[in-house]
């Protein structure tokens, strides 16, 4: 399954227009419109954002309650930062490593600095050992040859 599969699955994109069943153009922030009549047409994430600007103080079971979005859907965008919890909030989301209150995403700064980093000293032992694993094949298969003569200079 590729990520725009995930996508359509997890916001429920439209792809036809229900009255001309011609394929919709993405015109962003979660809207499609069918390029022969106009109509507009909105995934998940579409639907929750235009709730919003209506209703800013709204919490996720009432987005969720008045859209019809399932409530782990509209967690899902917070966490992936596509929305954030206003600031004079009564609830927030919590980091992941350490508990404290975010506004959206899985980390506090503090936190999401320090797995960035270790999520590049990963990658650097990763590309470190696959360069060593090619050096040391190529020692290996000199060192097998016992000094024979391996090409012809001709």
């Given at each position: 399954m590729n990520a725009d599969d995930l996508f359509n699955d997890y916001y429920h994109k439209p792809e036809k227009c229900e009255s001309c069943e011609v394929m919709l153009n993405f015109t962003g922030l979660g809207e499609y419109s069918c390029p022969k009549?106009?109509?507009k047409?909105?995934?998940d994430y579409g639907i929750v954002r235009n709730y919003l600007d209506l209703h800013k103080q709204a919490t996720v079971s009432q987005i969720s309650e008045n859209t019809g979005v399932k409530e782990n859907e509209i967690t899902r965008m917070l966490r992936?930062?596509?929305l954030e919890v206003t600031v004079d909030s009564k609830t927030y989301l919590t980091c992941e490593a350490c508990g404290k209150s975010i506004r959206s995403g899985r980390f506090c700064p503090e936190c999401a600095q320090i797995a960035k980093a270790a999520k590049e000293k990963k990658k650097k032992e990763r590309d470190f050992l696959e360069k060593k694993d090619i050096i040391h094949g190529l020692g290996k298969a000199m060192s097998e040859d016992d000094g024979k003569k391996r090409f012809n200079r001709g």
């Open positions: 009549c106009g109509k047409y909105y995934d992936e930062e596509r």
